[in-house]
């Protein structure tokens, strides 16, 4: 029977695939390792399996759990499971043709599987509370963001307009040299006020509530142009607005995107997609820069790059997948889909 090269475990519901084009990577580094650790997975069910339907003894049932827990850890599909059960049974069946078996023997077969599988149940509750709990984050993290950009955007503007009030009192009082230096100050001041209403709005564009994605990415897009000289093409095909979960998680991620592009591509343009297909929102965000190992992307656990595993994380809480496209040289194609439903 074929044998699915990558199984997700079903409870966590996010897709996240690698593909390193060059040297197609499209397993993890340790693939090999853990596609042992599952043949030896399916191995042992099928002895607990056995053991169960013929000696019937209680305490397989607590081996069959925590091989269940195994399972989990090494993300072994619904699917799989199926097909494991499936195999175990037809082993067991073909190879004691003289044994009768009973109605029992499926009742009991079926009480090996319900126990593997609760340490599924266990984990996908596990998840949704973390789930729960992730987007709480989110939107605690979105108020301060908003507090920050609000306190920036106001506070410092009416600081500043204090400051241009003293310089003009203190223009009274000096020459014309004085003055000179006073209308630099100004000039100053005007520009620091530019930068910091730039960087409240990147941080919380006030167009995310009014118009949505589109007019925020726009914006978003416009002031890297600026900032950058890169250039960005924006083709947004979703002509309505999203639940508000789903547009700032598209926007921060969107942003961190742009950031890598900024930071790591050396890249000349980057284009943007948003589209609706079959109730999924799917948004990439591709350049034409130096590429990277996508494999390597979101092992970062330690230090400072938590671009890719935010994005990861964002993604995963609305019940979404992520892709990574890359090969040096290459650009990066990155792909987040997510329910259109938020
Ligand atoms: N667009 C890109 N082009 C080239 N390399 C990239 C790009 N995006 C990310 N990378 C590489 O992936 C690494 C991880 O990115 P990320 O998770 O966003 O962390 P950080 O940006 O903080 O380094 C980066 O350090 C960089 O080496
Ligand atoms: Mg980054």
Redesign the pocket.
Same mark, same amino acid.
């Given at each position: 029977m074929p044998r699915r090269s990558e199984e997700m475990p079903q409870g966590s519901m996010t897709p996240i695939r690698l593909v390193e084009r060059r040297n197609k990577v499209q397993i993890p580094p340790d693939g090999v390792q853990r596609g042992r650790r599952l043949h030896s997975i399916r191995r042992r069910y099928a002895q607990l399996l056995r053991r169960y339907l013929f000696e019937n003894l209680e305490e397989v049932l607590l081996e069959v759990y925590e091989l269940g827990r195994e399972a989990v850890v090494d993300e072994l599909g619904l699917l799989s499971i199926a097909e494991m059960h499936h195999e175990a049974m037809g082993e067991i069946f073909s190879g004691n043709r003289d044994i009768q078996f009973s109605d029992n023997h499926y009742r009991m077969a079926g009480v090996v599987l319900s126990e593997f599988l609760s340490a599924y149940e266990m984990t996908s509750r596990g998840y949704r509370e973390a789930s729960t709990a992730m987007r709480h984050l989110n939107e605690m993290l979105e108020d301060e963001i908003r507090r920050i950009a609000h306190a920036i955007h106001d506070g410092a503007g009416q600081y500043l307009a204090c400051v241009h009030i003293s310089l003009y009192a203190i223009a009274k009082h000096v020459d014309d040299e004085g003055k000179k230096e006073l209308r630099k100050a100004h000039e100053l001041l005007d520009e620091l006020e530019r930068d910091l209403r730039r960087i409240s709005h990147e941080l919380r564009p006030r167009v995310l509530e009014n118009s949505g994605l589109s007019g925020a990415v726009e914006f978003l897009a416009d002031s890297v142009i600026k900032r950058t000289g890169l250039a960005i093409h924006v083709e947004d095909r979703i002509q309505r607005r999203l639940p508000s979960t789903i547009e700032t998680a598209l926007y921060r991620c969107i942003q961190? /995107?742009l =950031? =890598? %592009?900024v930071?790591?591509?050396h %890249?000349s343009n980057v284009w943007i997609l948003l589209e609706e297909r079959r109730h999924l929102i799917h948004c990439e965000v591709r350049?034409d820069?130096?590429?990277?190992d996508a494999s %390597?992307?979101l092992v970062?656990e330690k230090g400072?790059? /938590?671009?890719? /595993?935010?994005i990861k994380e964002r993604v995963a809480v609305l019940g979404g997948g992520l892709e990574i496209e890359?090969s040096r040289g290459r650009?990066?194609r990155v792909v987040i889909t997510l329910p259109a439903q938020g």
């Open positions: 961190e /995107l =950031n =890598n %592009a930071k790591h591509a %890249a350049d820069g130096v590429g990277f %390597a992307a970062h400072s790059q /938590l671009g890719f /595993l935010g890359s650009g990066v």
